[in-house]
């Protein structure tokens, strides 16, 4: 069972947490930071967010724990002001929850599982989310190529 729990924080709450950071960040015009320190800041996410899902909380509370954790992780590890890291945050995790939103359940109606498979089964949480990094990739790519942004925090 806790192999279970390290094996989603490796293969899904990682990749999450850094495709949350790069493009809340992207979209927020801030594009100077190093790709090691949103490196750092997913790993430490990650071992939090294993301890949030090895506790039993209630459904959805688990998302805010973790906003949270990756608020203060920004603003320990990249010296932002508390009102500035919070947007690249709240931006990531609002088009990280966009793309989920939109291809889990595409993928549970093709492969004909039931979204609360997904908190019963790693293995089938850690296939679900491979299309999500792969639109999140794509959608990143799209963005800095195109130098699109939703707000400039740079000032």
């Known amino acids: 069972m806790l192999l279970d729990y390290v094996y989603v924080a490796a293969f899904v709450s990682f990749p999450d947490a850094v495709f949350i950071l790069l493009l809340g960040f992207n979209l927020s015009n801030i594009r100077d930071i190093k790709l090691s320190r949103f490196l ?4 430490i996410q990650s071992v939090v967010a294993l301890f949030v899902r090895m506790v039993n909380i209630y459904f959805g509370f688990h998302t805010i724990m973790q906003a949270i954790s990756l608020y203060l992780l920004v603003m320990i590890f990249l010296k932002i002001k508390y009102y500035k890291a919070i947007i690249p ?13 939109t291809i889990l359940p595409t993928i549970g109606v093709i492969f004909e599982f039931k ?3 997904l908190y019963y089964s790693s293995m089938k949480l850690i296939l679900a989310n491979i299309p999500i990094f792969l639109v999140s990739l794509i959608l990143l790519i799209a963005i800095k190529r195109k130098n ?5 925090i740079n000032d």
Do not use: N, P
């Open 40 to 43: 750092v800041i997913g790993g």
């Open 89 to 101: 945050v709240l931006i990531g995790i609002l088009s990280q929850g966009i793309i989920q939103s």
């Open 115 to 117: 979204m609360t498979d």
């Open 148 to 152: 699109l942004f939703l707000c400039d």
